[in-house]
């Protein structure tokens, strides 16, 4: 059964940067894209970024744009997703699905796989 696990989040101050690191395990994710979510408290969760399987497309929310950069390594069955220049709104739990196929329509279709998520926080 495949099962994602994130890891690298942290406490880190504005303006400073954070890499975190999707692995995958159980399956290949040879064939999926993967894609990166988070989740402020009391607020919905917001779609980050997207690669496809062959990192063909990718795409990111607008409101990471020009500061996050997402990246896979099909060998290591893993995903990263660089982050600068963060902001406090940065703050959430962040976590990585994936699923068959590339990243059309990636921010509303349905993800199958998710992962427990990791813990970013920024401060002033």
């Known amino acids: 059964q495949l099962q994602l696990v994130e890891s690298g989040g942290g406490l880190v101050q504005s303006g400073g940067s954070l890499r975190l690191s999707c692995v995958a395990s159980?399956?290949?994710?040879?064939?999926?894209?993967i894609a990166w979510f988070r989740q402020a408290p009391g607020k919905e969760r917001e779609a980050v970024s997207c690669?496809?399987?062959?990192?063909?497309?990718?795409e990111y929310g607008d409101s990471v744009k020009g500061r996050v950069t997402t990246s896979r390594d099909n060998a290591k069955n893993t995903a990263w997703l660089q982050m600068n220049d963060l902001q406090v709104e940065d703050t959430g739990i962040y976590y990585c699905?994936?699923?068959?196929?590339?990243?059309?329509?990636?921010?509303?279709?349905?993800?199958?796989?998710w992962g427990q998520g990791t813990q970013v926080t920024v401060s002033s």
């Open positions: 699905a994936t699923r068959f196929g590339a990243c059309r329509n990636w921010a509303e279709v349905e993800w199958k796989t």
């Open positions: 159980g399956s290949s994710v040879d064939y999926n894209a």
């Open positions: 690669i496809s399987p062959g990192e063909t497309q990718i």
